[in-house]
């Protein structure tokens, strides 16, 4: 695995989007601490460090994983392309214009990162690069434990929201609310909108990592298009890697890929037969 040599946020809106998550999500989860989760939970029982504890360790995965998707290198290795032998036959390999090399399959240029990405899925703006073949682990269990995160924030926020709105019947004016009544409302409306954006991208990528598709050859035409499903155990196995049942726990463990991004297996319809999609290396002196 390679890591990146220069890691910066580029567009206007990966800075944003990052900064946003990265400031409002820790202010948030403080004033949860605070505020929302002793009114169901006593500091004093044992219920609320278990909450508390909990909330902290998916928040560490939620940056860990975010981190691991900044730091991995997914850009096509043209040091590595040298070694093929061009004289063998390829499949769905393709010239970059602006890169001026030879793309692997499924490799596209990101204008945004300025290279080809090897299994180029999209460009994620929260991460500020693209997700790719060694970081597409990192970034599904980064919408998980967002998803899992956001759904625990939202459950105690509902219901401090409605006791919260409970208290403003008397009020005449919204000029009449507390700061904490104010401060919650904004909370809420931010995890209001951290849970629709886990949700949503559960559901946009749940059936490309489970059909082992990518979202960026949804637009292909037919005859471009090529059929990399193996099946849900190993699509998953592609992402996750040899070790993928303990892989989502943290990505720190170590789960080697089955590919390398670079040879792939191509599926026939009646998925009877295999063919590989390939350069072999020359073999070395």
């Known amino acids: 695995m ?12 990966d800075i944003f989007c990052h900064l946003v998550l990265v400031i409002c999500l820790p202010v948030s989860l403080l004033y949860e601490f605070i505020a929302v ?3 169901y939970h006593s500091p004093g029982g044992y219920a609320y460090p278990l ?5 902290i360790l998916l928040f560490i995965n939620v940056m860990a994983n975010l981190i691991a998707c900044m730091l ?28 001026k090399a030879l793309a692997p399959p499924r490799s596209w240029h990101c204008a945004t990162c300025g290279t080809c990405i090897l299994t180029r899925d999209h460009h994620c703006n929260f991460t500020g690069c693209c997700i790719g073949h060694q970081n597409y682990r990192y970034f599904t269990c980064f919408v998980l434990y967002s998803f899992v995160l956001s759904s625990l924030l939202m459950f105690y926020n509902l219901k401090y929201f409605i006791w919260s709105m409970g208290q403003l019947t008397h ?10 009544q104010v401060l919650h409302n904004s909370v809420f409306s931010l995890n209001l909108i951290y849970q629709i954006f886990s949700t949503g991208m559960i ?8 059909k082992g598709e990518l979202i960026g050859e949804r637009n292909l035409k037919d005859k471009d298009k090529h059929n990399y499903d193996a099946g849900i155990y190993y699509n998953l196995r592609g992402i996750f890697g040899q070790h993928m049942h303990v892989a989502w726990i943290f990505p720190l463990f170590a789960s ?8 792939w297996k191509l599926t026939t319809k009646d998925k009877s037969t295999e063919t ?9 002196a």
């Open 2 to 13: 390679r890591l990146r040599r220069d890691v910066q946020l580029i567009s206007k809106m």
């Open 37 to 39: 989760i002793p009114k």
């Open 51 to 55: 909450i508390v504890t909990f909330i």
């Open 72 to 99: 991995v290198d997914i850009s096509v290795d043209y040091d590595r392309i040298k070694t093929f032998d061009v004289s063998d036959e390829c499949v769905n390999w393709r010239h970059c214009k602006i890169c």
């Open 171 to 180: 009020l005449t004016h919204f000029s009449d609310m507390t700061f904490i």
């Open 203 to 210: 559901i946009l990528h749940a059936p490309f990592v489970l």
């Open 256 to 263: 080697q890929l089955p590919g390398d991004g670079y040879n």
């Open 276 to 284: 590989i999609a390939t350069f072999h290396s020359r073999p070395t």
